[in-house]
């Protein structure tokens, strides 16, 4: 199947997605305010903006959906366990993320599949997985696929087993082992020699991920998940003014995108197959990259709800397509239906 006949399909189901309920879970930062429950916040650049919230209602009222919003989790938990709701009527558009532990996503998932209610994005298990990235990186590596070389460092400041790494005038990239949108990223790669580790900051006392600094360029690649098809986008260059998406640019969007045509495609492809099977990841996500000047591809991140919004690389790479952010939309949640 490929991206044209899944829009031809999800059309077919967009008459019965009208009939169901559709409910909003996201968190965004002027309106996830929660005043039942004592929440631990996560980080607002996980949240959306206004403007990307205002997005994504956009889209919907597109297709002419019925949909509810809730901005906290708990309130949407709660409302389903005191009310009457028809749990067959309703479909989840997931974009949950609140928290600040690795299991910080899969609390809608495991909910959902314990009363039987759709929902969009992976399972609890896929979404907890894919949070912990020096896991996932050394499971992977067994399995053939290309990583950068990676330790990682404890609050304790003591180094897994025990085991600091051999680098001196290797570049590194340290980072949150379980954090997404480039939080605690800097734009300055050093050398692991100059490295003071007593200075490092742990971000809610989490564990930090020192990395080899692969130089080259980086690669975003989405697809989508229909009936066990995987359907795979373009892989998109991403373009910054640094070496690297820092937190800074992240959160002010200061990057652009190129549809990547360079001799490393299929091996994307492949590994893009690879990961999504070994991970167990549903429905839709994204896989980023490193290439170097040698054309090896080297796993970066994984993205199991990658934003949908103006400026992310699954819209630009739906939209070089003639697709829009309501197709992409019309597709996650038909699969549901599926």
């Known amino acids: 199947m490929n991206i044209s006949s899944l829009i031809q399909s999800a059309d077919k189901m967009l008459s019965v997605l009208k009939q169901k309920s559709i409910v909003?879970?996201?968190?965004?930062?002027?309106?996830?305010?929660?005043?039942?429950?004592?929440?631990?916040?996560?980080?607002?650049?996980?949240?959306?903006?206004?403007?990307?919230?205002?997005?994504?209602?956009?889209?919907?009222?597109?297709l002419n959906l019925n949909y509810q919003v809730y901005f906290c989790e708990l309130d949407f938990i709660n409302h389903i366990l005191n009310s009457k709701t028809n749990l067959n009527n309703i479909v989840?558009?997931?974009?949950?993320?609140n928290g600040i532990k690795e299991g910080k996503k899969s609390l809608i998932p495991a909910f959902c599949d314990l009363l039987g209610i759709r929902y969009t994005s992976s399972n609890a298990a896929t979404q907890s997985l894919c949070r912990n990235k020096f896991v996932y990186n050394k499971y992977l590596k067994q399995l053939g696929v290309k990583v950068p070389d990676t330790y990682v460092l404890y609050p304790t400041r003591k180094w897994f087993n025990n085991i600091p790494p051999k680098w001196t005038d290797e570049k590194v990239i340290v980072k949150p082992i379980a954090e997404s949108g480039s939080i605690g990223i800097s734009s300055e790669i050093s050398k692991f020699k100059d490295i003071d580790i007593s200075k490092i900051l742990f971000i809610n006392n989490q564990s930090m991920l020192f990395q080899e600094f692969i130089e080259g360029i980086e690669i975003e690649c989405a697809f989508f998940i229909h009936n066990d098809d995987l359907i795979i986008l373009p892989p998109?260059?991403?373009?910054?003014?640094?070496?690297?998406?820092?937190e800074k640019s992240s959160m002010f969007n200061n990057y652009s995108f190129k549809m990547y045509k360079g001799p490393a495609v299929n091996i994307?492809?492949?590994?893009?197959?690879?990961?999504?099977?070994a991970?167990?990841?549903?429905?839709?996500?994204?896989?980023?990259?490193?290439?170097?000047?040698?054309?090896?591809?080297?796993?970066?991140?994984?993205?199991?709800?990658?934003?949908i919004c103006n400026h992310s690389?699954?819209?630009f790479a739906m939209e070089c397509q003639?697709?829009?952010?309501?197709?992409?939309?019309?597709?996650?949640?038909?699969?549901?239906?599926?």
């Open 24 to 62: 909003i879970v996201a968190n965004v930062q002027s309106k996830s305010h929660n005043y039942k429950f004592n929440v631990v916040d996560a980080n607002p650049i996980e949240k959306f903006t206004d403007k990307e919230f205002k997005e994504i209602i956009d889209a919907l009222d597109l």
């Open 92 to 97: 989840v558009l997931n974009f949950a993320r």
């Open 236 to 246: 998109i260059q991403l373009n910054t003014n640094n070496y690297i998406l820092d």
């Open 268 to 277: 994307i492809f492949t590994l893009v197959k690879t990961i999504v099977q």
């Open 279 to 307: 991970l167990g990841i549903t429905n839709y996500g994204r896989i980023d990259f490193r290439i170097n000047d040698k054309n090896e591809v080297f796993l970066f991140d994984v993205a199991t709800m990658p934003y």
């Open 313 to 315: 690389s699954v819209v």
């Open 322 to 338: 003639g697709y829009s952010k309501s197709d992409i939309y019309k597709i996650i949640l038909t699969d549901k239906l599926t």
